[in-house]
């Protein structure tokens, strides 16, 4: 299995590593099979993204794809930051081996439970 420089890259030098403290939505996802555990944290203000962090258990390919994931989503809008699919993230990444894919779906999936809980959290106030 080879990775492309791209997520090398990404990979040795991750954008967006740690906690935001007092983050206004956390979503933590895994996958029991391979052991990839994601956490992501999102800032938001007026409905958009200021800063996105993540905490990644995992692989290469995990750590690049929550790196860049959450490199896409800043700055968007809540609405914009839950359209971003893992193609997208796999696609700016140049591509992830086939058995690596579902390390992008991870990303996906915990972004869109960070959004969630920032939902939950907003309805209470």
Known sequence: ???????????SNPKNVGVIENADGV????NATCGDIMKIYLKIDNGV?????FQTFGCAA???TSSTATEMIKGKTVEEAE????????ESLGGLPAQ???CSVLAE???AEAIKDYRSRQAKK
């Open 1 to 11: 299995m080879m990775y492309n420089e791209k997520v090398i890259e990404v990979f």
């Open 27 to 30: 979503g933590t996802v895994g």
């Open 49 to 53: 993204i200021t800063d996105a962090k």
């Open 109 to 111: 999936e915990a972004i």
């Open 100 to 102: 690596k894919m579902h």
């Open 62 to 64: 995990a750590i690049a």
């Open 83 to 90: 359209k971003l699919t893992n193609a997208a993230v796999v």
